[in-house]
């Protein structure tokens, strides 16, 4: 079967299907095709060939009566393997719930593309419970980042088969979340845009938690705008409502404390030539010092993670039990240093965070974002992350601390690439904004991405 269309943007395929020169089930068809034949078996967890060969036709249908629903009808979408579908278990990553109750009805946010006229293919792959950021899976394999020549790199996590699949031009796009840089993490190590919505943006109806405070969603796509699309899908709207802007007088601020500590060369470059384009193009670039990201590493340090006391609570019993057995080892370690976070330590974290949040915003001007490297070093190699435990610890904690400082301070933000690094590995740029600013981070986004990409 041909594979003409793998690798193609959401609005590479739009044109095509809603001009009537590629019908959705042969779309559809090629993408299960390639999976199935896919070199790497790790990817998804699971084909959903019943249910999408049934939305394509009637995609299909609906096309050639002129009904059809939009940019996003016919189009094929992956769910990363927390997303509740209708009839199926929801895994998370993890075996012990491979026996878990069917789902009764798919989440909110899997019902509102559907009703958009998006085919859901499969379930990805992703680190288990969500709980790393480096997308290592003991249990369903490791997904390998397609852009390495070198050897076997990281997909990065915990969205791992979400990314791996739209790089290996297995989707247009993959729904992923983000609790301390889930999305934007493995979007940035495999040269994708990652959008991490405002928490509470879309319905968190039928997606497994990790940590409720800091959990939320988005896509992992090949555009800004593809990203706008979905964004707007995934809340019933029928379009986006993001107004293009100029970049010439757009201003963003880049902290010059933490986020720039042990920044590999490469990615260092990178991000500094894609800062000169910007200013060369008229975006008002300044550098000021953040406080609050000294003060939330310090709340850590001394509270413990927001995250893993909430994801204490969640495992809890679980640890206490025979699963525990049957989970990855460094999972169970992480989660369980939980146990030692105090409901004094919870409540002072909490009320940490948000003087934090206001300390953080009274650092911006009017309309003004913040950008700096999405993660501070390329895509490592994944086998002496699989031999070292100490080392995995160390690693997924730097993996993570530039872009867990979105969710600590509950900021929306966009992963773009902007050059590649060491090895010739992708570097991203991570533009964020504060709670509910989704509209205006997206239309800078969407009017930097070819600057910032060079």
Same mark, same amino acid.
């Given at each position: 079967?041909?594979?003409?269309?793998?690798?193609?943007?959401?609005?590479?395929?739009?044109?095509?299907?809603?001009?009537?020169?590629?019908?959705?089930?042969?779309?559809?068809?090629?993408?299960?095709?390639? *999976?199935?034949?896919?070199?790497?078996?790790?990817?998804?967890?699971?084909?959903?060939?019943?249910?999408?060969?049934?939305?394509?036709?009637?995609?299909?249908?609906?096309?050639?009566?002129?009904?059809?629903?939009?940019?996003?009808?016919?189009?094929?979408?992956?769910?990363?393997?927390?997303?509740?579908?209708?009839?199926?278990?929801?895994?998370?990553?993890?075996?012990?719930?491979?026996?878990? +109750?069917?789902?009764?009805?798919?989440?909110?946010?899997?019902?509102?593309?559907?009703?958009?006229?998006?085919?859901?293919?499969?379930? =990805?792959?992703?680190?288990?419970?969500?709980?790393?950021?480096?997308?290592?899976?003991? %249990?369903?394999?490791?997904?390998?980042?397609?852009?390495?020549?070198?050897?076997? &790199?990281?997909?990065?996590?915990?969205?791992?088969?979400?990314?791996? +699949?739209?790089?290996?031009?297995?989707?247009?796009?993959?729904?992923?979340?983000?609790?301390?840089?889930?999305?934007?993490?493995?979007?940035?190590?495999?040269?994708?845009?990652?959008?991490?919505?405002?928490?509470?943006?879309?319905?968190?109806?039928?997606?497994?938690?990790?940590?409720?405070?800091?959990?939320?969603?988005?896509?992992?796509?090949?555009?800004?705008? @593809?990203?706008?699309?979905?964004?707007?899908?995934?809340?019933?709207?029928?379009?986006?409502?993001?107004? &293009?802007?100029?970049? +010439?007088?757009?201003?963003?601020?880049?902290?010059?404390?933490?986020?720039?500590? @042990?920044?590999?060369?490469?990615?260092?470059?990178?991000?500094? +030539?894609?800062?000169?384009?910007?200013?060369?193009?008229?975006?008002?670039?300044? %550098?000021?010092?953040?406080?609050?990201?000294?003060?939330?590493?310090?709340?850590?340090?001394?509270?413990?993670?927001?995250?893993?006391?909430?994801?204490?609570?969640?495992?809890?019993?679980?640890?206490?039990?025979?699963?525990?057995?049957?989970?990855?080892?460094?999972?169970?370690?992480?989660?369980?240093?939980?146990?030692?976070?105090?409901?004094?330590?919870?409540?002072? *974290?909490?009320?940490? &965070?948000?003087?934090?949040?206001?300390?953080?915003?009274?650092?911006?001007?009017?309309?003004?974002? *913040?950008?700096?490297?999405?993660?501070?070093?390329?895509?490592?190699?994944?086998?002496?992350?699989?031999?070292?435990?100490?080392?995995?610890?160390?690693?997924?904690?730097?993996?993570?601390?530039?872009?867990?400082?979105?969710?600590?301070?509950?900021?929306?933000?966009?992963?773009?690439?902007?050059?590649?690094?060491?090895?010739?590995?992708?570097?991203?740029?991570?533009?964020?904004?504060?709670?509910?600013?989704?509209?205006?981070?997206?239309? =800078?986004?969407?009017?930097?991405? @070819?600057?910032?990409?060079?």
């Amino acid at each position: 079967m041909t594979q003409a269309h793998l690798g193609k943007s959401i609005a590479q395929l739009s044109v095509l299907i809603q001009s009537g020169s590629l019908d959705p089930v042969a779309l559809v068809e090629e993408s299960l095709d390639a *999976i199935r034949t896919h070199k790497d078996q790790a990817i998804f967890t699971r084909l959903l060939e019943t249910r999408a060969k049934e939305e394509a036709i009637a995609s299909s249908r609906r096309l050639r009566e002129g009904r059809s629903r939009g940019l996003l009808d016919g189009i094929p979408v992956a769910w990363k393997d927390l997303f509740a579908i209708a009839g199926l278990p929801t895994t998370a990553g993890s075996i012990v719930l491979a026996n878990a +109750a069917a789902a009764q009805e798919d989440a909110d946010v899997v019902k509102a593309l559907k009703a958009a006229g998006m085919i859901a293919v499969g379930r =990805v792959n992703m680190s288990e419970f969500a709980f790393s950021g480096l997308g290592l899976n003991p %249990h369903y394999g490791t997904p390998l980042n397609p852009l390495a020549s070198d050897m076997a &790199r990281i997909p990065g996590g915990s969205s791992s088969g979400s990314a791996v +699949a739209v790089a290996s031009g297995l989707v247009p796009v993959s729904i992923g979340t983000d609790t301390g840089g889930s999305v934007r993490i493995p979007s940035a190590f495999n040269g994708l845009v990652g959008y991490k919505a405002s928490r509470g943006r879309y319905s968190m109806a039928g997606v497994f938690p990790l940590a409720t405070s800091l959990d939320s969603l988005g896509p992992l796509c090949r555009s800004v705008q @593809d990203a706008v699309w979905v964004d707007a899908a995934m809340r019933g709207r029928a379009a986006p409502d993001v107004i &293009r802007v100029d970049p +010439a007088g757009l201003s963003i601020v880049v902290p010059t404390n933490i986020v720039m500590d @042990d920044v590999e060369h490469g990615v260092a470059q990178a991000f500094e +030539a894609a800062l000169a384009r910007l200013s060369a193009a008229g975006v008002k670039v300044r %550098h000021a010092a953040f406080p609050a990201f000294d003060g939330l590493f310090q709340v850590m340090a001394d509270h413990g993670p927001l995250a893993t006391a909430e994801a204490f609570v969640l495992h809890h019993r679980r640890l206490a039990g025979p699963e525990a057995q049957r989970m990855d080892r460094r999972v169970v370690a992480r989660t369980r240093l939980g146990e030692k976070i105090t409901l004094v330590d919870y409540l002072a *974290i909490l009320g940490a &965070r948000e003087r934090l949040i206001k300390d953080a915003a009274g650092m911006l001007g009017p309309n003004e974002l *913040i950008a700096y490297p999405t993660v501070a070093h390329v895509a490592p190699a994944l086998a002496p992350l699989e031999a070292d435990d100490e080392l995995f610890v160390k690693v997924n904690f730097k993996t993570l601390r530039n872009t867990l400082i979105g969710n600590f301070l509950d900021w929306c933000g966009v992963s773009m690439p902007c050059g590649t690094g060491e090895a010739g590995m992708p570097a991203g740029l991570l533009l964020s904004a504060p709670q509910g600013r989704d509209e205006s981070l997206l239309a =800078v986004a969407m009017a930097l991405e @070819d600057i910032v990409a060079g």
